[in-house]
T-cell receptor, first 112, second 115 residues
């Protein structure tokens, strides 16, 4: 079955710098790639997603890139702020599937 | 807006005990999910339900039962708690369709500790 690997378990950046979190997936049929954020002591909430018909999507300071050939997708957070500190989870799903396969999470710390 | 409410927030059980977690949503969403979150392992799907009275097994269903008697509620039972088990169980819902039709909305989680 599908496996999603999240390569950085922890990531520290200085406030104002960019942060990049990378994920790879195994199933070439995967077509939907959302990202979720989990702040300390809270539950997950959706931040951004990308579908396989595009290779880039931006929402304010968040950019998602998708490289289907390499089966890799990444989350770029520009001009980081302390409130960006959280665990970020990538995920992947096939079209029509009920299962969302999650990566293991990246703890991002934005230092003042 | 809506909300997903999970009860209890904290659950302490004994080895071999049967334990039940409850989830209520007022989004009027069709699909509901139970995920297990272990430290360093991401989220793994236990059960999901496409509509009332429907149950589908996820990759981690062994050792669990689920029940969806109403559209708004989805419960999960740990059939025999394992000693030293510790995990967070997350309930989620989505409007309709598969996992790729849009975002999941998550509850705050239920933390299980087995003594």
């Amino acid at each position: 079955g599908e496996k999603v690997e999240q390569h950085e378990s922890t990531l520290s950046v200085r406030e104002g710098d960019s942060a990049v979190i990378n994920c790879t997936y195994t199933d070439t049929a995967s077509s939907y790639f959302p990202w979720y954020k989990q702040e300390a002591g809270k539950s997950l909430h959706f931040v951004i997603d990308i579908r396989s018909n595009v290779d880039r999507k931006q929402s304010q300071r968040l950019i998602v890139l998708l490289d289907k050939k390499a089966k890799r997708f990444s989350l770029h957070i520009t001009a980081t702020q302390p409130e960006d500190s959280a665990i970020y989870f990538c995920a992947a799903s096939n079209s029509g599937s009920w299962q969302l396969i999650f990566g293991s999470g990246t703890q991002l710390t934005v230092m003042p | 807006g809506g909300i997903i409410t999970q009860t209890p927030k904290f659950l302490i059980g004994q080895e071999g005990q049967k334990l039940t977690l409850k989830c209520q949503q007022n989004f009027n969403h069709d699909t509901m999910y139970w995920y297990r979150q272990d430290s360093g392992k991401g989220l793994r799907l236990i059960y999901y339900s496409i509509t009332e009275n429907d149950l589908q097994k996820g990759d981690l269903s062994e050792g669990y039962d689920a029940s969806r008697e109403k559209k708004s509620s989805f419960s999960l039972t740990v059939t025999s708690a394992q000693k030293n088990e510790m995990a967070v169980f997350l309930c989620a819902s989505s409007p309709w369709g598969g996992a790729d039709t849009g975002q999941l909305y998550f509850g705050e989680g239920s933390k299980l500790t087995v003594l």
